[in-house]
């Protein structure tokens, strides 16, 4: 897919609410107790060596996150707005534009795959299947889900 492509969901998330949803991510407490938790857990394992890809990515707060912390990160998403968005505030990091079930990367590129909240969204064993298609040997998947049925509403339908 093409940067651009996928403009059917520009009346899901208009830029507003993508601005909304990068600032929610910035400074949340459920955002950054996440990435607390994640620090942790990447100290426990040691250093990685490889791309780390955050796959649907949304507005790339841990693209810009797991960049700080000295990782290769990449960002994947399909929403084209939520990409340029990332890419006007951090023009070097690398963005893609696709879909998480099929991912546009080699096999075993990746030393992680995080998938924060969008496997829900997702065909789960087309979305597992190409996470570890795309695994390195050895490599990591981070994987975060709503934890009670109750949380879905019409937001998570129209995502």
Known sequence: MRFGEGEAFRSIFPPERLQRIARMEAEHFWFVGRRMGIARWLRAVGPLDG???????????HVQWLARQGLRPLGLDLLADGLRGLRAQ????PLIQGSAERMPFRDGAMAMVLFL??????DDRTGLREAF????PGGWLLLSAPAMPWLWSARDVAA
């Open 51 to 61: 791309w780390v890809l955050d796959a649907g990515c949304g507005t790339g707060a």
């Open 90 to 93: 951090e023009p070097v990091l």
């Open 117 to 122: 909240d969008v496997l829900e969204h997702l």
């Open 133 to 136: 298609r795309v695994l390195s």
